[in-house]
């Protein structure tokens, strides 16, 4: 995927006097397309001389975004309520042409320029610098000449709006009805839909993002080799049961009433945790069932969430599992000897079983405890109490948000640090 972005602004307009009457400069607009598509078009479905005109566009994007706020789904190819047009005006020292589109919500009188063509305008900082500007300004309002490069049904190239920046980075909405969903190598944000997805996010050398949505979906890791991919099914409104085996390179969700998902080559995430990525499974508010084998040389991070949640790792995995409470309301109490969780930072109680290399806790008071094995613990904020049991274990102070250094006294068996 390629996300197009620039920096328009946003404006509210009186439909009884026409007066601008609110104005949000500095809004970004984010265009999210195939890696093959660089390019734009419209028809023009109203055309009245003095105005621009009523367009319908057809963006070829998996989503825009304006101000952060998703405003197209997935593939739908077009979205209604536009107008675009040349605009001619003085600013004192001579005439400038600026091509624009402006984006209408009909339902709230929400209005969002953007300049695609031409000269910048200016900035406007409020809504009366801009009735100003239309009022003694403007020169003439009207349609984009065929043969300019900006006319109807002409491809305008996203490369061509002034100041526009292009990345990798995308953030990608489904629509309601299932589709293809392919990013690309950037750090990705999926957020899948009711329909049937498939979503493959492609490689990356940072972190990919996936939300499981309801529906019968495919999520594909055929191409993620290097890269951390979190997948996280918070949103659902029932619980899910998740197996995850490395050695078979088998994956799969059933989501009770949600549908069931699949996951394809669950073994290039798992593997590439060893070295800089990674796989995260997250679950939702409800009881989850984990269970989970990896195979050597592979490594993977499991958070339930809120509900009374049951992990297992086969006694036969070879792989390490890390067990994350982050984003607890309260500190977590866990007891890897027992396998039990008497809180999971929300007031739930999970049940883990085998063995678990790392655990991380909250910013809160934790009382983390190991097994016998060989063991991992993040503490993270809070006055946590840590007692690694047996085997050779490991405290790290490298995941947290500390400010500053962290003093270690062995001998006193404690750890101080802001």
Excluded: C
Excluded at 9 to 16: I, W
Excluded at 178 to 202: K, M
Excluded at 288 to 312: E, H, P, Y
Aim: glycine letters at 16%.
């Amino acid at each position: 995927m390629t996300t197009f972005s620039s920096v328009g602004f946003s404006f509210t307009v009186d439909n009884n006097t026409g007066a601008v009457t609110d104005l949000t400069p500095s809004v970004t607009f984010d265009v999210v397309t195939h890696e093959l598509v660089s390019s734009f078009s419209y028809t023009s479905d109203v055309v009245s001389p003095g105005n621009l005109d009523e367009v319908t566009v057809d963006y070829s994007a998996y989503n825009v975004r304006i101000g952060g706020t998703d405003m197209i789904a997935l593939n739908s190819g077009t979205m209604p309520d536009a107008e675009f047009g040349k605009i001619t005006w003085n600013t004192g020292g001579g005439v400038k042409t600026s091509y624009v589109l402006i984006i209408v919500e009909t339902d709230s009188s929400d209005n969002h320029l953007v300049v695609v063509g031409g000269d910048p305008v200016p900035v406007f900082a409020t809504a009366a610098e801009f009735n100003v500007f239309r009022s003694t300004n403007i020169l003439s309002l009207g349609s984009a000449p065929g043969g300019s490069g900006f006319g109807p049904g002409e491809a305008i190239s996203y490369t061509s709006v002034p100041g526009v920046t292009v990345s990798q980075n995308d953030h990608i909405l489904a629509n309601d009805t299932g589709g293809l969903i392919e990013s690309g190598s950037g750090t990705d944000e999926i957020f899948g839909n009711t329909g049937n997805d498939i979503i493959n996010p492609g490689d990356n050398t940072a972190y990919d993002f996936i939300m499981g949505s309801s529906g019968n979906d495919q999520i594909i890791y055929s191409q993620s080799l290097n890269g951390y991919q979190d997948l996280s099914y918070g949103s659902l409104s029932a619980a899910i049961s998740a197996t995850i085996n490395g050695t078979t390179n088998f994956a799969s969700v059933n989501k009770g009433v949600n549908g069931a998902d699949t996951i394809t080559d669950i073994a290039n995430p798992l593997n590439a945790g060893w070295f800089d990525g990674g796989f995260g499974l997250r679950g939702t508010a409800y009881n989850d069932t984990f269970n989970l084998k990896l195979n050597a040389q592979q490594w993977m991070s499991v958070s339930g969430g809120r509900g009374a949640d049951s992990i297992t790792v086969q006694g036969d995995s070879m792989g390490l599992v890390r067990l994350d409470y982050r984003g607890g309301d309260n500190g977590v109490n866990v007891n890897l000897a027992t396998g039990t969780v008497s809180n999971d930072g929300f007031g739930f109680a999970d049940t883990l079983s085998g063995t678990f290399w790392e655990v991380r806790g909250t910013d809160f008071n934790d009382v983390l405890v190991g097994s016998n094995a060989d063991e991992s613990f993040i503490g993270l904020g809070g006055s946590d109490s840590i007692n690694g049991g047996g085997g050779r274990d490991r405290v790290r102070f490298d995941q947290g948000d500390t400010s500053g250094g962290v003093t270690v006294d062995l001998a006193a068996g404690t750890a101080t640090g802001t």
